[in-house]
């Protein structure tokens, strides 16, 4: 089966510090997704990319964090200046269309600890 | 938005037990995915199923969409089962999970 992979698997950041999460989505997708779960709530959206710009995004979504498609194959998710609460597992998906008609294909995740 | 709710939000079974757990949707959907998330945290997809009901192995999946709910059935269960199972209805660019349904299994 296609994979979607995460880099890092895992990450501890200092508090006010930046942090660059990296997806490589399955190669023919042209949507992309990013998730967030705190531990042990609900997998939460974060935003929708198609087309090198935001297709939707959520309230969570703020100034805080930004989205890039730098080359042709990374997706990237930047959160600036972290905070405690953004410790959470971040997934990213891919699908080969909207994301209403075909299936999505998740990560393994980022795991994010913010101290 | 889309509302997503699951029920029950937490199963305990004995191994060999069967269940139905329930995604009921507030909106229209075009299509609908059931995930599994192991203990490692991992999002195993198990269904993607707009309509009808899919079967695979012990685990089947039924979708109505006009009456806006699916239901996962697992039968026999075994103690590999235990995690969170999630659904994702699909209906626009902003896909919502549901609750998830936490379930162990105990020998």
């Known amino acids: 089966e296609p994979e979607v992979t995460q880099t890092p698997s895992h990450q501890v950041t200092q508090m006010g510090q930046e942090v660059i999460l990296r997806c490589v989505p399955i190669?023919?997708?042209?949507?992309f997704y990013w998730y967030r779960q705190i531990l042990g709530q609900k997998v939460e959206f974060l935003v929708s990319?198609?087309?090198?710009?935001?297709s939707e995004k959520s309230e969570i979504f703020d100034d805080q964090f930004s989205v890039e498609r730098p080359d042709g194959s990374n997706f990237t998710l930047k959160i600036r200046s972290t905070k405690l609460e953004d410790s959470a597992m971040y997934f990213c998906a891919s699908s080969e269309i909207w994301g209403g008609g075909n299936t999505i294909y998740f990560g393994e995740g980022s795991w994010l600890t913010v101290v | 938005g889309i509302q997503v709710e699951q029920s029950p939000p937490d199963l305990i079974l004995q191994e060999g037990a069967n269940s139905t757990l329930r995604c009921n949707f507030s909106d229209s959907v075009n299509n609908l995915q059931w995930f599994h998330q192991n203990p490692w945290g991992q999002l195993i997809n198990l269904f993607y199923i707009p309509s009808g009901t899919k079967q695979n192995g012990r685990l089947s999946a039924t979708t109505v969409a006009t009456e806006r709910y699916s239901l996962l059935y697992i039968s026999s269960s075994q103690t590999t089962d235990s995690g969170v199972y999630f659904c994702l209805p699909h209906n626009t660019d902003k896909l919502i999970f549901g609750t998830g349904t936490r379930l162990q299994v105990f020998p």
């Open positions: 990319f198609y087309n090198n710009e935001i």
């Open positions: 190669s023919n997708h042209l949507y």
